[in-house]
């Protein structure tokens, strides 16, 4: 009896054989991975290049992947770094604009590139994210937190400058805490956040910190400062459902694209109905201003983060260079990512 014959071109053998051999080293990389110490934060695999950041919540079996990184930046996206370039430097040489740091991501393939990433800046209102993930947080650990009463008795603002205003808080009204949540996302409202500020237990905030391998803030301190990598950590915790439920993450990132600021990342972009879920934050010091925002872009089947920080002497020109860069990469994820 003969056996089966059958004539295989060399060229198909050779991609079995490197299917097959890639296929043996994700395996190896997957259970190096799983063999890795459980309570390991923020772990470099050695081997895949892979770092991991890992919640500090956790039971006695599970420990929560909340996002993973590669350490290097993307050579896909270099044209497109090219033309943020571009526009950086045509808006610096006005003197408006002293520094900005880029960091883009497209969500689906983890993919980055970042310009001048370790430049730190201050972030301002964009810390409103994490007060709201903290109170999100407490609802979940404590259900009808959200509908507790605070009475806003007078103004907490203090000497905050803030030139984005909107509807204000009635003072001597009670707000429930998803009130003052709404004021504070949509409208960036200082007095609803030193508001739910105030209702803070700190070793539990710096949690949302610690476990994305972020300095802890001093909560003392006046400012707290990241670079824009960093920064865009926050986004990615509420998009990837990792620190919160699916439930509160989706009304967070909901309520984000809620916001009336239009000014920066947006102010260029026609589409009313992109779906954009964002923060902006201004600080103001005594030689110099900041503008930033971090955003989230639901571009149909190709949503990408972008995080804009900008250091200078005057906020309009920061302000249309952020959207300048806004229009840039969605311009860019329409027509290149995929």
């Known amino acids: 009896m003969k056996l089966l014959k059958t004539s295989v071109p060399l060229w198909l053998v050779l991609v079995i054989i490197a299917f097959f051999s ?33 919640s500090s919540r956790h039971g006695e079996f599970t420990r929560p992947l909340l996002m993973a990184d590669s350490p290097s930046e993307s050579a896909d996206f270099l044209d497109l770094k090219s033309n943020i370039i571009e526009a950086i430097n045509a808006t610096s040489t006005t003197g408006g604009v002293s ?46 937190w959200l509908n507790q009463k605070i009475l806003v008795e007078k103004s907490l603002t203090g000497d ?83 620190v919160l439920t699916n439930r509160n993450s989706e009304f967070a990132l909901s309520l984000l694209t809620e916001s009336v600021y239009h000014g920066g990342l947006l102010r260029n972009i026609g589409e009313k109905d992109l779906k954009v879920a964002h923060k902006f934050g201004e600080r103001f010091y005594p030689d110099a201003n900041q503008m930033h925002e971090t955003a989230i ?24 260079l952020i959207g300048k860069i806004g229009a840039i990469a969605y311009d860019y994820s329409k027509n290149k990512i995929n």
């Not at 390991?40 to 950041?53: F, M, T």
Request: with cysteine; charged share 20%.
């Open 297 to 320: 872009f639901y571009n149909n089947e190709n949503p990408y983060l972008i995080t804009v920080l900008t250091n200078g002497k005057d906020t309009a020109q920061e302000a249309a």
């Open 160 to 242: 905050n400058v803030q030139t984005q205003e909107g509807p204000q808080l009635t003072l001597g009204k009670e707000y429930s805490v998803k009130e003052l949540i709404t004021f504070m996302i949509k409208y960036s409202n200082n007095n609803a956040t030193a508001h739910l500020n105030s209702f803070i237990e700190f070793n539990d905030y710096k949690l949302f910190f610690s476990d994305i391998g972020l300095p802890l803030p001093d909560p003392k301190a006046s400012d707290y400062t990241l670079t824009s990598d960093q920064c865009s950590r926050f986004l990615r915790l509420l998009y990837n459902s990792s």
């Open 22 to 54: 890639a296929g043996s080293l994700l395996s190896i990389c997957a259970f190096k991975s799983s063999q890795k110490k459980s309570d390991e934060l923020n772990a470099l695999d050695k081997d895949c290049g892979i770092i991991r950041y890992r």
């Open 99 to 144: 520094t900005v740091s880029v960091y883009f991501r497209d969500l689906n393939s983890g993919r980055w590139i970042s310009i001048n990433g370790s430049e730190q800046y201050s972030m301002a209102s964009i810390m409103k994210l994490v007060t709201m993930m903290y109170h999100l947080h407490v609802d979940e650990v404590k259900p009808g």
